[in-house]
């Protein structure tokens, strides 16, 4: 296939093939939602176990870790837009 093609938007795909990749992608996003709200509660967690029973641990740099993550995971998508690589969507 001609690379050029794709980058002058003359080439739109059968949806047959992008509605599989659609769902994959919602089922995705949804599983990166659920595992960033699950690290953060699992970071509070443990900070606050620590808080009670005298510990002193830093847990900044779990918390960032995983907030780092949620960002990259929410940017994904837009990023990949801006960069012009969604060359499969076709409700342009």
Known sequence: M???LLMAGDYTPPSTATTPLD?????????????GVA???IVGTRM???LKTGDAEEHLK????????CVIAAC????VQFVGLDFWNISK
């Open 2 to 4: 001609n690379a050029g």
């Open 23 to 35: 769902t994959v992608l919602g089922y995705l996003a949804w599983l990166v939602t659920a595992a």
């Open 39 to 41: 690290g953060l509660m």
């Open 48 to 50: 606050a176990i620590a």
């Open 62 to 69: 779990e918390f960032l870790i995983v907030l780092g993550a």
């Open 76 to 79: 994904a998508g837009p990023i």
